[in-house]
């Protein structure tokens, strides 16, 4: 007697019908927000029970786009030193996370709960990391949203301290996800 073979299905995901953001928070003045523009990747697991799964996704470090209201001046200066000093994007253009443990608990029928622990690579250093998160599967699309934390410190950034030491970003950062992937 054969026991059937699982069958993984891979979705993909949809960056023009997510939302990925990251969240710095600052010890005096406002806490800049910025939109991940440029993400992919995909989850593959055993339709019915999610088991087996797997996550990748990838972001070009480039992407970032402050969404608070800004001058010109101050959005080219902020890029700025986002993309050079603290991301360092011409020597790491890329972060990448990949599972490597899922732990998948079923609500109902459509909807899971899954707590996903893997590894990050951010600015040329892989740290364990692990999430949670919400994830409503259809016939075509996943839906998948929750949040985390990181310390930029564990990836050898050292928070910004600007105007003198006036400006001081901490060291957590906060981000958040709502992710649409096809089949």
């Known amino acids: 007697m054969t026991t059937p073979v699982e069958t993984l299905v891979e979705y993909e995901i949809d ?8 969240q710095a928070y600052a010890s005096i003045t406002h806490s800049p927000k910025f939109a991940i523009r440029n993400f992919s990747g995909s989850a593959m697991f055993v339709p019915g029970s999610l088991c087996k799964t797997s996550v ?28 050079r000093e603290i991301l360092r994007t011409q020597d790491f253009p890329k972060i990448i996370f990949e599972s490597s443990v899922t732990k998948v608990n079923r609500v109902n029928e459509f909807l899971y709960r899954v ?39 564990d ?24 992710i649409t992937a096809r089949r």
């Not at 960056?15 to 990251?22: A, E, G, N, R």
């Not at 480039?62 to 608070?68: A, M, R, V």
């Open 155 to 178: 990836y050898g950034i050292r928070p910004v301290t600007a105007a003198g030491g006036l400006l001081k970003v901490r060291d957590v950062l906060q981000f958040r996800f709502f």
């Open 15 to 22: 960056p023009k019908d997510s939302l990925f953001t990251v």
């Open 115 to 153: 707590h996903v622990a893997g590894a990050l690579t951010l600015c040329g250093i892989t740290r364990d990391h692990t999430f949670e998160t919400q994830v409503t599967i259809g016939p075509d699309t996943l839906r998948a949203n929750g949040s985390f934390t990181l310390l930029q410190t």
């Open 56 to 83: 990748r996704s990838e972001i070009a470090a480039e992407s970032l786009e402050i969404q608070d209201e800004v001058s010109a001046l101050d959005r080219r200066e902020i890029e700025r030193i986002m993309f």
